[in-house]
């Protein structure tokens, strides 16, 4: 377990980039989807976190949050919003088995804990608390 007590939005910006880098370069070396399963109170910082692991990736133009949609996908890169998934079974109907059984996917899943029990084994589990209005705890299980 890393943990991480960062003091402002800039800085989740950058450990977000720091880890997209370090996905890319061992990337081809994991024969597997990589699944990040995000929790935290609302406003902790998840989708900002998501949105700067894209910009890490090289992936360019706006980045919303999917909560009414709950999936957006650029290339090989999902990002999942569960805030208003009911039951697990709900993600399902978006092809979810086949996007994380691809290697070559990237699967960032805001509100996870909604969806763990279909989560596979390996899901990498990044915990958010909000500390202070701009200090956050970020833990990496």
Not at 112 to 128: D, N
Request: glycine residues 4%.
């Amino acid at each position: 377990m890393e943990r991480f007590l960062l003091r402002n939005q800039k800085e989740t910006e950058k450990l977000a980039k720091i880890l997209a880098k370090e996905i890319v370069k061992s990337k081809s070396k994991i024969k597997k989807a990589l699944i990040f399963g995000l929790v935290g109170e609302l406003g902790a910082g998840k989708t900002t976190f998501i949105q700067s692991f894209a910009r890490g990736l090289k992936i360019k133009g706006r980045l919303t949050s999917p909560t009414f949609v709950l999936m957006k996908r650029y290339k090989d890169f999902y990002h999942i919003d569960c805030y208003r998934i009911n039951n697990s079974r709900d993600i399902l109907d978006l092809d979810f088995k086949e996007i994380i059984s691809n290697p070559q996917n990237i699967i960032m899943i805001e509100w996870a804990e909604k969806i763990k029990r279909i989560l596979p084994k390996g899901t990498i589990w990044i915990k958010f608390k909000i500390i202070s209005f701009t200090k956050r705890e970020i833990k990496l299980i």
